[in-house]
């Protein structure tokens, strides 16, 4: 019989073990949920942990009991124990009793759950078991054990709860791939459940399987690391740009708050948020969102308080990609279109909605916006509605317009935009929005008018009305950039993006240094692509 520390005689009886499990059962499931707890908590805070996708353990696959049947632990303690000489020894010192499997999509996934496991050991929050050497088939960890013979590629860890003494059960965690995980699924019921003997050639056959699985699952992380890489650069560049964006409205929102306390209090909550990224601890964005929302009071505060928290709730979503916050965001938003009564004001907070899921990187939700933005305009005109500001509502025709041709342009060449016909989308919405540039003050031509014309344009221009002009120019050279067709038109393009960014208005020169730092980067690679189609 076991005593409090779980110690038997080895080797182990049947009676034994199945008494100790029995009077330990719970406590087993606890620590076994506490571990997996952490995981899970720890899961909203390291980066490296977003990529898991799926945690499961015995009770989840079998539906039943979570701990190992009597019979393999008591095989599994003899083994161990009577090989090392041992009289008598501890069942709590036995792994994968209990334990739970982290599965990624990719080999770096182990890596990365490995590192913010270790991180959670050296912080005391775990406490690791020693365990046999790891192998060295490139896998990063401190406290596991890299795994990869026989096609087998996994990292293993035995961790107990922080407490006193070793008389605590040991959980064992396993990371690894999907296409592993399927492969163990498989080759466990078909190694064994067979009741006769499994020929050597049966057993070299699951071997070489699961190498060929092994090298099929480096290649796909190789080809990923490759995509990702190569796409890594453009995507920083159009984020910077876009949370810009926002950030500009931002501003501009929280200036006119006539309270001054209230506004300073909005300008703190601002460079706390333009601070952010995606990688900001849960609790501190939180208390920025708890802020927001406080002081946004479902438009009832101080005047201009709603639209500057508003504003600063999509900045907020944008900086962090966090949906939670996506959201919020939308309430207010719902919430103030709800409180406007001139169409135009509706329009206004609509773009603001539009925005922010494009500069999150949710290109087709930004889309989706627009087309709803699009589908209204038509219904104003259709009803023939009194307008507070005519010239005003063509102008948010315009940006409409503009933005949809960028956002499709973006996704031009991409799986989302090939469904949705991006490439003809991009250009039917630049030809829609070139056809309202004479109404609201801009060059007739757009790009393709005389430079004297540009200038005018331009430097005539009110502030604010100049800085219109000059992005909606920079849309136009964008969608061009992202739909030529040949290297000629490229070029022309590049060189008036470049004639019109030496006609940056003062107050947009930060903006502008960023947009032409995208969009030339897009047309260097969107060159280079032309180059290589046109030389095969």
């Known amino acids: 019989m076991a005593n409090k520390k779980g110690v038997v005689p080895v080797p182990a009886g049947a009676s034994d073990v199945r008494a100790f499990l029995e009077a330990n059962r719970d406590r087993f499931k606890s620590d076994l949920h506490a571990v997996r707890k952490l995981v899970e908590e720890l899961s909203q805070n390291e980066p490296g942990l977003r990529s898991i996708y799926k945690i499961y353990s015995r009770g989840d696959v079998q539906g039943f009991d979570e701990l190992k049947t009597a019979r393999k632990v008591r095989l599994k303690f003899n083994e161990f124990n009577e090989g090392r000489g041992l009289s008598e020894a501890s069942l709590f010192d036995v792994p994968d009793i209990v334990g739970f499997t982290i599965v990624v999509p990719y080999p770096s996934g182990i890596s990365a759950v490995a590192e913010a496991l270790d991180r959670a050991i050296d912080a005391k929050r775990l406490k690791p078991v020693s365990m046999g050497k790891s192998e060295d088939v490139g896998i990063r960890t401190k406290h596991g054990r890299a795994l990869g013979s026989k096609g087998y590629y996994a990292c293993h860890y035995n961790v107990r709860t922080v407490g006193a003494g070793t008389a605590r059960p040991v959980i064992e965690i396993q990371i690894k791939t999907l296409l592993h995980d399927a492969w163990g699924a498989k080759t466990h019921d078909l190694t064994y459940k067979p009741s006769g003997r499994i020929g050597e050639e049966l057993l070299t056959s699951f071997d070489l399987l699961g190498s060929n699985l092994a090298n099929l699952d480096q290649q796909s ?56 990224n995606e990688d900001t601890r849960p609790e501190i964005s939180e208390q920025a969102s708890r802020d927001l929302l406080g002081i946004f009071d479902d438009g009832g505060g101080a005047p201009g308080s709603s639209l500057a928290a508003s504003t600063l709730l999509c900045l907020l979503a944008a900086v962090t990609r966090r949906s939670v916050f996506f ?151 964008y969608v061009r950039i992202q739909s030529a067709e040949t290297e000629e038109e490229l070029r022309a393009v590049r060189k008036r993006l470049e004639f019109l960014h030496g006609l940056t208005p003062p107050a947009a020169a930060d903006l502008a240094r960023l947009a032409i730092d995208y969009h030339d980067y897009c047309a260097r690679v969107r060159l280079g692509e032309l180059e290589t189609f046109l030389s095969r």
């Open 221 to 276: 992380d190789a080809l990923r690391t490759s995509i990702v890489r190569s796409s890594e650069v453009r995507e920083r560049k159009r984020r910077a740009v876009q949370v810009a964006v926002l950030g500009e409205i931002a501003v501009s929102t929280v200036q006119i708050v006539p309270d001054t306390a209230l506004r300073a209090a909005l300008e703190g909550i601002q460079t706390r948020v333009m601070a952010m």
């Open 327 to 477: 959201e919020q965001a939308q309430d207010t938003l719902d919430i103030r279109e709800s409180a406007a009564t001139d169409q135009i004001e509706k329009l206004q907070i609509k773009l603001n909605g539009m925005l922010a899921p494009f500069a999150g990187g949710d290109t087709a939700e930004a889309i989706e916006f627009g087309e709803v933005m699009e589908a209204e305009i038509a219904a104003i005109d259709a009803g023939d509605a009194k307008l507070s500001d005519p010239g005003k509502f063509e102008r948010m025709r315009l940006s409409v317009y503009s933005n949809l041709a960028y956002f499709h342009a973006e996704i031009i060449g991409s799986h989302e935009g090939d469904k949705r016909g991006s490439a003809k989308c991009a250009k039917d919405y630049l030809t829609r929005s070139l056809a309202l540039y004479a109404a609201v003050g801009l060059p007739a031509k757009g790009l393709d008018s005389d430079d004297k014309d540009i200038v005018d344009a331009i430097s005539g221009a009110a502030p604010g009305v100049a800085e219109e002009v000059f992005f909606a120019l920079d849309n136009e050279a």
